[in-house]
């Protein structure tokens, strides 16, 4: 199974900050990289695919880059409804995994 | 596009459940279905997906489940299935329903429903 590592597993920051979240595979496999955004209670949003791809809806100020086996997640000026939790998932090989996520907290 | 779950609650340990989930707003039967949890206060956790009838609807699942779990669809009815059995307190969680939308070699899951909460325990 491929193991996805995001670091940091949480991140203190303030409105307009620029905010990074990475998430290390344990193999290479191109951009077959998810990104999900999830607040308290609630089901996860998608936010970003193939790495780099922004979900149709989700503001420009979310970025995704990277390939192999490095990924990031880049909020480019953090606003106060995107404190919540990120996770990124692979969906190069079964089982599709997640990272352990990582809580974006005030 | 919506997913609603239902099915949810409280079971005993080595006991069975089913889980459904109702789509509506899309061509279900064009998807590929997929189900995640989420232990409490845990991360996200894939547990497999179905894939759609025209290639073979076939099944994968994660190694924690397989042989105890199964996915199933109707898509007459628009609904997917997670059936649980020999069911452990590690099973415990929220349980999402997701569609499946396939981007060249890769996947992603665009949306998902509410989630039904399944606690096991005596």
């Known amino acids: 199974d491929i193991q996805m590592t995001q670091s940091p597993s949480s991140l203190s920051a303030s409105v307009g900050d620029r905010v990074t979240i990475t998430c290390r595979a344990s193999?290479?496999?191109?951009?077959?990289l998810n990104w999900y955004q999830q607040k308290p209670g609630k089901a996860p949003k998608l936010l970003i695919y193939?790495?780099?791809t922004l979900q149709s809806g989700v503001p420009s100020r979310f970025s995704g880059s990277g390939s192999g086996t490095d990924f990031t997640l880049t909020i480019s000026s953090l606003q106060p409804e995107d404190f919540a939790t990120y996770s990124c998932?692979?969906?190069?090989?079964?089982?599709?995994?997640f990272g352990q996520g990582t809580n974006l907290e005030i | 596009v919506q997913l609603v779950e239902s099915g949810g609650g409280l079971v005993l340990p080595g006991r069975s459940l089913g889980l459904s989930c109702t789509a509506s707003?899309?061509?279900?039967?064009?998807?590929?279905m997929s189900w995640v949890r989420q232990a409490p206060g845990k991360g996200l956790e894939w547990v497999g997906f179905?894939?759609?009838?025209?290639?073979?609807?076939?099944?994968e699942h994660a190694a924690s489940v397989k042989g105890r779990f199964t996915i199933s669809r109707d898509d007459s009815k628009r609904i997917a299935y997670l059936q649980m059995n020999s069911l452990r307190t590690e099973d415990t969680a929220v349980y999402y329903c997701?569609?499946?939308?396939?981007?060249?070699?890769?996947?992603?899951?665009?949306?998902w429903g509410q989630g039904t909460l399944v606690t096991v325990s005596s």
């Open positions: 997701t569609r499946v939308v396939r981007y060249g070699s890769g996947s992603t899951l665009d949306s």
């Open positions: 707003g899309f061509n279900f039967g064009d998807y590929p």
């Open positions: 179905i894939r759609t009838r025209a290639n073979g609807g076939t099944t």
């Open positions: 193999q290479s496999f191109s951009n077959y």
């Open positions: 193939s790495a780099s």
């Open positions: 998932q692979q969906s190069y090989s079964i089982p599709y995994t």
